[in-house]
């Protein structure tokens, strides 16, 4: 499970054990057991470089947008609500909620893995719960990572290019395809219709 506020010091220089750690001991409300009736509109937009928004105007508070963002949750119709025990509204999202800005990565080949911190605090294992994948939106080609329940984090360009590189020093995955290893899972990176292989799949 994705951990939400980590240490000041983010990830760098944490290694994938410990950054594990925390993912595990994170603790976020269980907005998928709430089903109040809805409410209305929240009168909030996420943008697509992940500012959050109300009534017009960005929310400058940190602590508050993180806060907003473990109250969040994809809806089964691909929506996006705030929702407490209590009530549920509508927000909107431009393009993915979360932005990955922080990657660090562990070992090569099958057994590495990758970390990623999101802008709001979130620190995710790439792997089979959480795939990373690169599709065009409507508006060109970009990687996202599933962080929790449907959640995406659009990865930052700055991180994109760090896993392009570490892509390109990798021997070809299966089929022959370009793309990296995570926790037992391969994301290829060849377009929308590359697919991961799930753990146990053969390496070329």
Not at 104 to 121: I, N
Request: proline share 8%; glycine share 12%.
């Amino acid at each position: 499970m994705p951990m939400t506020n980590p240490p000041p010091d983010a990830i760098a220089g944490m290694s994938l054990s410990e950054i594990a750690r925390l993912a595990a001991d994170g603790r976020l409300p269980p907005v998928e057991t709430w089903h109040p009736a809805h409410c209305g509109d929240s009168g909030m937009r996420i943008a697509a470089d992940g500012t959050w928004y109300h009534e017009g105007s960005p929310i400058g508070r940190a602590a508050l947008v993180r806060l907003f963002s473990t109250i969040l949750r994809r809806e089964a119709d691909g929506g996006h609500v705030l929702v407490t025990p209590v009530e549920k509204l509508s927000i909107a999202v431009e393009d993915a909620p979360f932005v990955a800005i922080e990657m660090e990565s562990e070992g090569e080949g099958a057994g590495r893995r990758l970390a990623f911190r999101t802008h709001v605090g979130d620190l995710v294992i790439a792997g089979p719960a959480h795939r990373l994948v690169i599709e065009d939106r409507g508006h060109g080609l970009h990687p996202y990572l599933t962080v929790r329940g449907g959640l995406e984090a659009l990865v930052a360009r700055p991180v994109y290019y760090e896993l392009a590189n570490l892509a390109l020093d990798e021997p070809a995955g299966p089929d022959g395809q370009t793309g990296l290893w995570s926790d037992g899972a391969f994301f290829a990176f060849g377009g929308p219709e590359a697919d991961t292989v799930e753990p146990g799949a053969a390496q070329t």
